[in-house]
C-alpha cells in the first residue's frame, strides 16, 4: 500500500478548503448548537467504497477543533473495501466543532474514495492480465498529490508527477521542435541520466521510427488495439509501450489483451463520481457522554 503523501504536499489545500467554508464562523453552529454539548458522531459509506483519505478527514476534525478525538473502525484503512452502511470512523466531542468540520472532511473524503473506487473498479475489470494502468497530469488543480495517491490505493500506478520529473515528448513537441527526428535526438541527448525518455506516437511507422532513432519508452497515442498489438510484436520487450487515448470502461480489456505493458486513463482521475459518504450525528443527552478514548492509527 503506498503511503499517504506528505502532509506539506496538501496542508495548504486543506487550509483553503476550511477557510472557504467556514470563512469568519459557522453561523448556523453557533447558533443552534450549544458550545459545550459533546457526543459522537459516526462517518460511514452509503454505497460500497475503496476507502482512501482518512489521514485527510482526521486532520480536518482536527484542525477545526484540537480536542476532538477520532477513533477509527477497526480493521478500516486507506485501500479497504466497505459495503454501504459500514463505519469509516468515529468523532468525539463538541457537537459544534464536528458539525463545523463535517463538509470539508466529508468533501476531502468522498473524492479521494472516489478515484480509488473507480480505480479499483477498472483494474478489476482486466484480471489475469499484466497490464499496469496508469494515471496522467490529467488532475484537479492543486489536488494532484492527492488524486495520484488514491489511483494508487485503487491499483492503479502513477505516471511522473509534472512537467519536472520526466520526459515526454508530445505531438505539439514534435512539431514545435520542427519534426520527430529531431525532438527525438533533443531529447536523447538533453536528458539528464536516470531520467525517462518517453515519446508519443500515432502510427505504426511513427513508432518504427521512433524505436530506430534510439526511443525505449513509447507512448501509441489514439491507435487501435490491432495496430497496438503488430507494435507490440515488433518492439516488446525491448521497447516499454504504452497505449492511451479513446479507452474507456467498455474497450479496456480489448486494449489490455494487446499485451500492451501500460495502458494511461485521464478518466481515473479527471471523470470520478465522488463516493457517496456521510456523517451521522449519535443523538446522546450531553450527560451520557464519555470522554473519548485515544485515536488509533
Known amino acids: 500500500m503506498p503511503g499517504v503523501p506528505p502532509q506539506a504536499q496538501w496542508q495548504a489545500l486543506l487550509d483553503l478548503a476550511l477557510a472557504e467554508d467556514i470563512g469568519p464562523g459557522d453561523l448556523t453552529s453557533r447558533i443552534v448548537v450549544d458550545p459545550d454539548r459533546e457526543g459522537c458522531g459516526r462517518v460511514e459509506a452509503r454505497a460500497p467504497v475503496v476507502v482512501c483519505g482518512l489521514e485527510i478527514a482526521e486532520a480536518v476534525f482536527r484542525q477545526v477543533d484540537p480536542s476532538l478525538s477520532i477513533e477509527r473502525v477497526a480493521g478500516v484503512r486507506d485501500g479497504s473495501r466497505l459495503a454501504a452502511g459500514d463505519l469509516f470512523l468515529r468523532v468525539r466531542g463538541r ?28 483494474v478489476d475489470s482486466i484480471p489475469g492480465l ?10 484537479t488543480p492543486g489536488w494532484r498529490a492527492l488524486e495520484k495517491y488514491a489511483v494508487a490505493v485503487g491499483g492503479g500506478v502513477n505516471h511522473r508527477f509534472g512537467l519536472y520529473d520526466a520526459v515526454l515528448v508530445k505531438d505539439n513537441h514534435i512539431a514545435a521542435a520542427g519534426g520527430l527526428d ?9 536528458t539528464p541520466a536516470g531520467v525517462a525518455v518517453q515519446v508519443e506516437v500515432e502510427s505504426e511507422a511513427m513508432a518504427d521510427r521512433a524505436v530506430e532513432l534510439g526511443c525505449r519508452f513509447l507512448l501509441l497515442d ?6 497496438i498489438r503488430r507494435i507490440v510484436a515488433r518492439h516488446a520487450p525491448k521497447v516499454l509501450l504504452e497505449a492511451s487515448g479513446g479507452i474507456h470502461a467498455g474497450n479496456l480489456r480489448a486494449y489490455a489483451e494487446t499485451g500492451v505493458a501500460r495502458i494511461s486513463m485521464g478518466a481515473l482521475t479527471h471523470s470520478v463520481n465522488v463516493a457517496d459518504v456521510a456523517l451521522e450525528i449519535d443523538l446522546l443527552p450531553a450527560a451520557a457522554a464519555t470522554p473519548a478514548p485515544a485515536m488509533r492509527s
Not at 102 to 116: D, I, K, P, S, Y
Open 95 to 122: 457537537y459544534a466543532s464536528i458539525l463545523t468540520a463535517e463538509r470539508t472532511a466529508l468533501n476531502f473524503l468522498g473524492r479521494l474514495c472516489g478515484v480509488a473506487s473507480q480505480t479499483r473498479r477498472l
Open 222 to 227: 489514439n491507435l487501435d488495439p490491432e495496430t
Open 182 to 190: 529531431e525532438a527525438v535526438r533533443r531529447a536523447l541527448a538533453g
Open 130 to 139: 499484466s497490464t499496469a494502468l496508469v494515471d496522467t497530469r490529467k488532475t
